[in-house]
């Protein structure tokens, strides 16, 4: 089956660092990537969606300049949170959908990272 | 603008009872309705519905889409504790982009 991984699982960092989160397929390609962030004990919130060498669509309410993600490739894309704050710790979860895209094709979800800003 | 609804957000049962969870929409474009399954991680899949009234099944879980009303069911019989985990159900559209929009999700309990 069709698998997504991100790197790193964990990250502790101190406010005002900047936080750069992997999300690749392996074994197959993506043409679009989600990037999605889950507060304790609610539903996943859609932040952007990454299409592979352009540039990413940001959900209403979501920084673009906080939140840089760079999607290089058909296998990888990255979310980066600039200048970290303890408000922007939370569960991401990133998912793939296969570069078919045909109606119907289900997203394919990494198992997340947690990030704590102290 | 486009929202999905779950109820009820909390459920605790015993092993052995029926739970039926609920899922309502009001989207754009839709293509599809998803149901997951999150335990500590990133949401599982569990099913995809395209079609008004064709059930679909899987072991103990089964669920069905109306698209006329707007809603959907996931239904679990016989249930275990394993079964305990918050039950998430995504809508597929387009929206200038194909994306998923969850719902707030069921927090299942089973109690053995």
């Known amino acids: 089956g069709a698998v997504v991984s991100q790197h790193p699982s964990w990250v502790i960092c101190k406010s005002g660092t900047s936080v750069k989160i992997e999300c690749r397929s392996l074994d197959f390609q993506a043409t679009t990537m989600f990037w999605y962030r889950q507060f304790p004990k609610q539903s996943l919130m859609l932040m952007a969606t990454?299409?592979?060498?352009?540039?990413?669509?940001?959900e209403q309410g979501v920084e673009k300049d906080k939140f840089l993600i760079n999607h290089a490739s058909l296998t990888l894309s990255t979310l980066t949170v600039t200048s970290a704050h303890p408000e922007d710790s939370s569960f991401y979860i990133c998912?793939?959908?296969?570069?078919?895209?045909?109606?119907?094709?289900?997203?394919?979800f990494g198992p997340g990272t947690r990030l704590l800003v102290l | 603008e486009d929202k999905v609804v779950q109820s009820p957000l909390s459920l605790v049962v015993h092993e052995g009872d029926t739970v039926t969870l609920n899922c309502s929409y009001e989207?754009?474009?839709?293509?599809?309705l998803l149901w997951y399954k999150q335990e500590k991680k990133a949401p599982t899949f569990l099913f995809m519905l395209t079609s008004s009234g064709i059930e679909k099944k899987s072991g103990r879980l089964s669920s069905i889409l109306d698209k006329k009303e707007l809603f959907s069911i996931l239904n679990i019989t016989a249930t275990q504790t394993g079964d305990s985990a918050i039950y998430l159900c995504?809508?597929?559209?387009?929206?200038?982009?194909?994306?998923?929009?969850f719902g707030t999700g069921t927090r299942l309990k089973v109690l053995a």
């Open positions: 998912s793939a959908r296969d570069a078919k895209g045909l109606a119907g094709s289900t997203q394919y």
């Open positions: 989207v754009t474009n839709f293509r599809s």
């Open positions: 990454s299409n592979e060498g352009s540039k990413a669509t940001y």
């Open positions: 995504a809508v597929d559209l387009y929206s200038g982009t194909y994306k998923y929009i």
